[in-house]
């Protein structure tokens, strides 16, 4: 995605450098972003190098796991973002340098903010357009066209049958769409012309079956809502949205943020995708919910 938006800005021709914040060992850090100069630190190469913000200069930079910098580190991103300049690990000289951001994580920055541990001034000069891109699960309308892209990057002929489709398209993928790119490349290394259901990894057959275990265990036992929210003392919202998720699993239904937010506004009820994910993270806490630890989602678990 955000090779895409480098692509097709005036800065394509100029660099695109990603890096994942989170695969750098934290004291290594600094010197990748603004380089150092010969002799900064034992180690060192002899001629000093170069730091990312300097080869991205007048391109873009993705900064993947932005949530797992450092907060002294934070502080000197910062600097960089508002003065457009940086110095060297070991240098004085002040280097000039043009080159836009694009941050990614998968973790709840202002969440973060509020608890302490990511810089307020940071989040707010780096939250100029925020957009959300909901995990594979929540866009199962993309999930076929996915597929057929990565079976056509193969150069490999293969098709599939409806039912081993079905449990692609109903997959949780906790692994996001990676975890799609290397289902096809497993269904490809099989050397079979067409995919059946049998074909596919065993967590996708897996995932199955826990779907129908879980609407069993909810058809036999008919939760009482009213009686666990007297015993958890939950609020009207917080109830209203059980009752979405308790339904819709029920049912045999995948559910999600979006799905109940959508759901809610149905019913005249407005309320953003961000106070959603507190609720169900509350509930969690309550020992109400499971979800996105397992390979059917959302998991009612308090004892009936």
Known sequence: ????????????????IAINCSAIVENLLESEFFGYERGAFTGANKDGKQGIFELADGGTLFLDEIAEIPKHLQAKLLRV??????????????????????????????????????????????????????????????????????????????????????????????GNIRELENCVEYLVSINKETIDYEDLP???????????????????????IEKIANELNLNEIEIVILDIILESLGNGERIGRRKIKQILFENEIEISEYHIRKILKNLGEKGLLEFNLGRAGITFTHPI
């Open 1 to 16: 995605f955000a090779q895409s938006i480098h692509n097709t800005s005036k800065r394509c021709d100029s660099p695109f």
């Open 81 to 174: 973002l508002q003065e457009k300049e940086i110095i060297r690990v070991g240098g004085e000289k002040i280097i000039p340098v043009d080159v836009r951001i694009i941050s990614a994580t998968n973790k709840d920055l202002y969440s973060m903010v509020e608890k302490g541990e990511f810089r307020m001034d940071l989040y707010y000069r780096l939250c100029v357009l925020p957009l959300e891109i909901p995990p594979l699960r929540e866009r199962k309308e993309d999930i076929k066209g996915l597929l057929e892209h990565f079976i056509r990057t193969t150069n490999r002929k293969l098709e599939y049958t409806d039912e081993a489709l079905n449990c692609i398209l109903n997959y949780r993928f906790p």
């Open 202 to 224: 065993a967590q996708f057959k897996k995932a199955s079956l826990n779907d129908f275990e879980i609407v069993k265990s909810l058809d036999e036992n008919k939760c009482n």
